[in-house]
């Protein structure tokens, strides 16, 4: 489809696991994004990518958290050493909107749903 | 830093009526943008409209309709002739330099 797409769209694992989350944008967004949603914190930002430029990384909770974004395309959120704090859905979102281009909506894929035994 | 505040946590509308979702913001930006989004229990979230801080005249999408004051620092959503399928939760975002910064969300049911 033409949309963000997200993978896997369910994922279990143990405590201590180290967890690999995928996003495809939408084709020449140049703009990436993560954002994570559970019960307790609602939507919060994580991390953003805007084309070639270093990456926010403002909004990541830890250093068990990192992200990276091959190619300007596809990018792996990646959680080392799971926590059962980290169970929430992962939602990655990507847009055309650059810095001093002006606003465009954010996109956003169906999600990944972690849980943390 | 930025705040995004929605004190509606839950919402019955009947169908067909109009309903005005609250969203109020703080934030020492300039230029920022106001976007409105919808969730339904499916889980993906769908950009319904968007506001910018110049923008003079207030967004309108279809249904959709952003009573914007920027004095008040306010950005209200109106959905009109609301349908079932408008069940969902609703929230408000604020963007200043990539970020999205969402607000509780709003509950909406509407009944037949």
């Known amino acids: 489809g033409a949309g963000v797409s997200q993978s896997p769209s369910n994922k279990v694992t143990e405590k201590g696991k180290d967890v690999e989350l995928r996003c495809d944008p939408i084709?020449?967004?140049?703009?990436l994004y993560w954002y994570r949603q559970s019960l307790g914190q609602g939507l919060e930002f994580l991390i953003y990518f805007q084309g070639n430029s270093a990456p926010d990384k403002s909004g990541l909770p830890s250093d068990r958290f990192s992200a990276e974004r091959t190619g300007g395309s596809v990018s792996t959120l990646t959680i080392q050493r799971t926590q059962q704090e980290d169970s929430a859905v992962y939602l990655c979102?990507?847009?055309?909107?650059?810095?001093?281009?002006?606003?465009?909506?954010?996109?956003f894929g169906d999600g990944t749903r972690l849980s943390i035994l | 830093a930025q705040k995004i505040t929605q004190t509606q946590p839950g919402m019955f509308v009947q169908e067909k009526e109009a309903v005005t979702l609250d969203c109020t913001y703080d934030t020492s930006d300039q230029s920022y943008g106001l976007f409105w989004y919808k969730q339904p229990s499916s889980g993906e979230m769908i950009f319904l409209i968007y506001q910018g801080s110049y923008d003079e005249q207030n967004a309108t999408e279809g249904r959709y309709s952003l009573n914007f004051q920027k004095a008040r620092k306010s950005a209200n959503l109106v959905i009109s002739a609301s349908q079932l399928g408008d069940s969902a939760m609703y929230f408000c975002a604020i963007e200043s330099w990539g970020k999205l910064q969402f607000g509780a969300g709003t509950q909406v049911v509407v009944t037949p």
């Open positions: 979102a990507s847009s055309l909107w650059a810095v001093g281009e002006g606003n465009q909506p954010q996109h």
């Open positions: 084709s020449g967004h140049t703009a």
